[in-house]
């Protein structure tokens, strides 16, 4: 029996025969206590993991819930789909042979969709309400600073989703069909039927990411690119900071032309990189509203990421104090990193000028009314209201004011160079409001009117043209930012009575005209800065420094309104033509450069690619070559950057903050 000495006591099995243990059968006390602390661990350990871990109690528990619930048999997956032999298709040959797949995985993203959205608005009200408590001051300026790169709010995260879904249909539909973004109509496609238009507007593209990639190869981060010295360039107007003009200026094209790797690497430096926080340089308040804060808000109106609406409102608190003055008419410069601001030393005793303080109407009305923050449009409404009441000489509004005294400087109007766009954002202003802004359609037709009494002039050969005025005496020249007028006429027109459209359209066709003369009289068919009027001259320039073409897109821009307005397919062949000229006199192999002298053909070149090419030149040309729907007019309109921006009430993405 030595064998079983040395059993267990519990029940074994030797040569299949049971063995009963001959010790004890029950467990030791000790035991009990042990077997029993084990098991009220374990209950505490399961009711605490459900009622004390805040993970297992969250609303993203019972939303995931609640998804999968309402997608219901949605999420159901079918069985591989098979062929009539049964074997089983290959990835493209389901999207080809089963349409309803696309159809119902569509549905269930717009179904997740409006789940979140729900969720998203329950969560805004909530925040709302609590900040009902403490609401804080508007006139503090915020914190430029980039977020961490890993760090996403829950919104953040739902619209990831969402993208990542959206993009995976996309990709299922194919690169044929491009879809609108929510954010607002019209923004991608506009593929047009006829052949020679699409190659066209196709070599328009090639000639935008020739410039974009150079850009990004030479001079990433900078504001502009030297195409033949392959390094960044920095104007003037951005004082010595390096602020990525071209990225933030050239996004909406690239986005609205399908480019979109290109802008998703602009987007995300723009989101980690853009602040001006720690530049010490004054830089000029009007070139930062159009492309800066006008760039960002017409992406943000075209994609709702509100990454660029956080960005715009931070670079216009930077812009605030230049409004510090007795009369509330902004200065030109400002040090962003100090906030004192000042006028150009040359401009009439330092006076604020007309085209800069009247150009900053679309971008902060939008502003303000996306943001909730009032500021923006009481500060330009201020400005609105001064010129309102204002004695005008002549009707006219002279390009220079003292913002001290609040009185006029110099007496020299233009609708060219110091005055241009202050005449297009009354108008633009009116579109804008949804025809509601009557106060700035009023001052734009009086103003036009006064313009056509005052300088609107005929040359010996019947070129319609815009003299500048000079303390009651005319210079018969016209300025290449003077050629918008073309444009903006049949633009305006469109709200007048029939005899006064039909007037206004021959104007506008008219000075169109004599802006495609100035080009089609140099050597290189581009039209130069400013071109003059005597009894041997016309359209033509007479003094050295005003040969330059530097890349402005004013005439191309009316040609595309001509375009849309009348359908002429001359306006279509001009703007043609001024491509190939770009083409052949302004493109070296890093770029695209400007001319010193449209007269030589081979001229020597400037060396300088303008962050505006991008953003005005080739989209204009790019929406001359598309159809209609692509940027309608009647929902969308531009900045003087060409930024579009969405008009209230007939454009979704014109969304009012609540």
Same mark, same amino acid.
């Given at each position: 029996?030595?064998?079983?000495?040395?059993?267990?006591?519990?029940?074994?099995?030797?040569?299949?025969?049971?063995?009963?243990?001959?010790?004890?059968?029950?467990?030791?006390?000790?035991?009990?206590?042990?077997?029993?602390?084990?098991?009220?661990?374990?209950?505490?350990?399961?009711?605490?993991?459900?009622?004390?871990?805040?993970?297992?109690?969250?609303?993203?528990?019972?939303?995931?819930?609640?998804?999968?619930?309402?997608?219901?048999?949605?999420?159901?997956?079918?069985?591989?789909?098979?062929?009539?032999?049964?074997?089983?298709?290959?990835?493209?040959?389901?999207?080809?042979?089963?349409?309803?797949?696309?159809?119902?995985?569509?549905?269930?993203?717009?179904?997740?969709?409006?789940?979140?959205?729900?969720?998203?608005?329950?969560?805004?009200?909530?925040?709302?309400?609590?900040?009902?408590?403490?609401?804080?001051?508007?006139?503090?300026?915020?914190?430029?600073?980039?977020?961490?790169?890993?760090?996403?709010?829950?919104?953040?995260?739902?619209?990831?989703?969402?993208?990542?879904?959206?993009?995976?249909?996309?990709?299922?539909?194919?690169?044929?069909?491009?879809?609108?973004?929510?954010?607002?109509?019209?923004?991608?496609?506009?593929?047009?039927?006829?052949?020679?238009?699409?190659?066209?507007?196709?070599?328009?593209?090639?000639?935008?990411?020739?410039?974009?990639?150079?850009?990004?190869?030479?001079?990433?981060?900078?504001?502009?690119?030297?195409?033949?010295?392959?390094?960044?360039?920095?104007?003037?107007?951005?004082?010595?900071?390096?602020?990525?003009?071209?990225?933030?200026? $050239? %996004?909406?094209?690239? #986005?609205? +032309?399908?480019?979109?790797?290109?802008? !998703?690497?602009?987007? @995300?430096? *723009? &989101?980690?990189?853009?602040?001006?926080?720690?530049?010490?340089?004054?830089?000029?308040?009007?070139?930062?509203?159009?492309?800066?804060?006008? $760039? %960002?808000?017409?992406? #943000?109106? +075209?994609?709702?990421?509100?990454?660029? !609406?956080?960005?715009? @409102?931070? *670079? &216009?608190?930077?812009?605030?104090?230049?409004?510090?003055?007795?009369?509330?008419?902004?200065?030109?410069?400002?040090?962003?990193?100090?906030?004192?601001?000042?006028?150009?030393?040359?401009?009439?005793?330092?006076?604020?000028?007309?085209?800069?303080?009247?150009?900053?109407?679309?971008?902060?009305?939008?502003?303000?009314?996306?943001?909730?923050?009032?500021?923006?449009?009481?500060?330009?409404?201020?400005?609105?209201?001064?010129?309102?009441?204002?004695?005008?000489?002549?009707?006219?509004?002279?390009?220079?004011?003292?913002?001290?005294?609040?009185?006029?400087?110099?007496?020299?109007?233009?609708?060219?160079?110091?005055?241009?766009?202050?005449?297009?954002?009354?108008?633009?202003?009116?579109?804008?409001?949804?025809?509601?802004?009557?106060?700035?359609?009023?001052?734009?037709?009086?103003?036009?009117?006064?313009?056509?009494?005052?300088?609107?002039?005929?040359?010996?050969?019947?070129?319609?043209?815009?003299?500048?005025?000079?303390?009651?005496?005319?210079?018969?020249?016209?300025?290449?930012?003077?050629?918008?007028?073309?444009?903006?006429?049949?633009?305006?027109?469109?709200?007048?009575?029939?005899?006064?459209?039909?007037?206004?359209?021959?104007?506008?066709?008219?000075?169109?005209?004599?802006?495609?003369?100035?080009?089609?009289?140099?050597?290189?068919?581009?039209?130069?800065?400013?071109?003059?009027?005597?009894?041997?001259?016309?359209?033509?320039?007479?003094?050295?420094?005003?040969?330059?073409?530097?890349?402005?897109?004013?005439?191309?821009?009316?040609?595309?309104?001509?375009?849309?307005?009348?359908?002429?397919?001359?306006?279509?062949?001009?703007?043609?033509?001024?491509?190939?000229?770009?083409?052949?006199?302004?493109?070296?192999?890093?770029?695209?450069?400007?001319?010193?002298?449209?007269?030589?053909?081979?001229?020597?070149?400037?060396?300088?690619?303008?962050?505006?090419?991008?953003?005005?030149?080739?989209?204009?040309?790019?929406?001359?070559?598309?159809?209609?729907?692509?940027?309608?007019?009647?929902?969308?309109?531009?900045?003087?950057?060409?930024?579009?921006?969405?008009?209230?009430?007939?454009?979704?993405?014109?969304?009012?903050?609540?």
């Amino acid at each position: 029996m030595a064998t079983t000495s040395i059993l267990p006591t519990y029940q074994r099995y030797v040569n299949g025969i049971p063995i009963i243990s001959t010790g004890r059968k029950t467990l030791r006390l000790r035991e009990k206590y042990v077997v029993v602390l084990i098991l009220v661990s374990f209950i505490t350990i399961c009711i605490g993991t459900v009622f004390f871990l805040p993970e297992f109690r969250s609303s993203s528990i019972h939303s995931a819930y609640m998804h999968i619930r309402d997608a219901g048999s949605d999420l159901l997956l079918p069985p591989p789909p098979q062929d009539q032999e049964g074997n089983v298709l290959r990835h493209n040959d389901v999207n080809n042979n089963d349409p309803h797949r696309l159809v119902d995985r569509a549905k269930l993203i717009e179904k997740i969709h409006q789940d979140l959205e729900k969720e998203r608005q329950k969560n805004l009200k909530e925040n709302q309400d609590k900040a009902q408590v403490e609401k804080p001051q508007y006139n503090e300026p915020q914190s430029s600073s980039p977020p961490p790169r890993n760090v996403r709010s829950k919104d953040a995260r739902n619209e990831l989703i969402i993208s990542n879904a959206a993009d995976d249909t996309a990709n299922l539909i194919g690169n044929d069909i491009i879809r609108d973004h929510p954010g607002g109509p019209g923004t991608r496609g506009g593929e047009p039927s006829d052949p020679v238009t699409r190659e066209r507007r196709n070599k328009i593209k090639e000639m935008t990411k020739h410039a974009w990639d150079n850009y990004v190869r030479y001079a990433w981060g900078e504001n502009e690119l030297r195409p033949i010295s392959k390094r960044g360039h920095s104007a003037g107007i951005f004082g010595k900071s390096t602020l990525g003009a071209t990225i933030v200026d $050239g %996004l909406d094209t690239l #986005y609205i +032309m399908g480019f979109m790797d290109e802008y !998703k690497i602009g987007r @995300d430096w *723009i &989101a980690t990189s853009l602040s001006l926080d720690q530049s010490n340089s004054e830089i000029s308040i009007f070139e930062t509203n159009i492309r800066f804060i006008g $760039g %960002l808000l017409s992406c #943000y109106a +075209m994609t709702g990421d509100v990454m660029f !609406k956080e960005k715009a @409102d931070q *670079i &216009a608190q930077k812009l605030l104090p230049a409004f510090n003055t007795p009369t509330g008419i902004p200065f030109a410069l400002i040090n962003l990193k100090t906030g004192i601001s000042k006028n150009y030393a040359w401009a009439s005793s330092s006076s604020s000028i007309l085209a800069e303080f009247g150009t900053l109407h679309l971008e902060f009305v939008y502003l303000s009314h996306i943001t909730g923050n009032p500021v923006y449009k009481e500060k330009v409404d201020n400005i609105r209201n001064i010129l309102y009441k204002m004695d005008k000489p002549q009707g006219l509004y002279p390009n220079y004011l003292n913002p001290k005294t609040g009185r006029w400087g110099q007496h020299h109007m233009s609708i060219g160079a110091l005055g241009d766009s202050f005449y297009e954002y009354l108008l633009k202003a009116w579109f804008q409001s949804g025809n509601e802004d009557s106060q700035a359609r009023e001052m734009y037709d009086t103003a036009i009117e006064a313009m056509e009494n005052k300088l609107l002039q005929t040359s010996k050969s019947g070129l319609k043209y815009f003299a500048d005025m000079k303390y009651d005496r005319l210079e018969h020249k016209m300025d290449h930012l003077a050629c918008f007028a073309g444009g903006a006429f049949i633009y305006g027109a469109q709200d007048y009575s029939w005899s006064k459209k039909e007037h206004y359209t021959q104007l506008a066709k008219d000075i169109t005209n004599t802006c495609h003369e100035s080009y089609s009289r140099t050597a290189t068919k581009l039209g130069p800065e400013s071109f003059r009027f005597t009894d041997n001259t016309e359209a033509r320039t007479l003094k050295q420094n005003e040969k330059y073409y530097i890349q402005r897109p004013e005439v191309i821009e009316s040609y595309f309104y001509l375009w849309r307005f009348t359908h002429d397919p001359k306006y279509r062949e001009w703007g043609w033509e001024a491509a190939q000229a770009i083409e052949k006199h302004c493109r070296v192999e890093n770029g695209f450069t400007g001319l010193k002298n449209v007269y030589v053909l081979d001229s020597p070149k400037d060396d300088v690619q303008q962050s505006f090419f991008l953003a005005e030149t080739l989209k204009y040309l790019y929406l001359l070559f598309s159809e209609d729907d692509l940027i309608p007019l009647d929902s969308w309109v531009f900045n003087t950057e060409a930024h579009p921006l969405p008009i209230k009430g007939k454009n979704v993405a014109y969304k009012e903050s609540s």
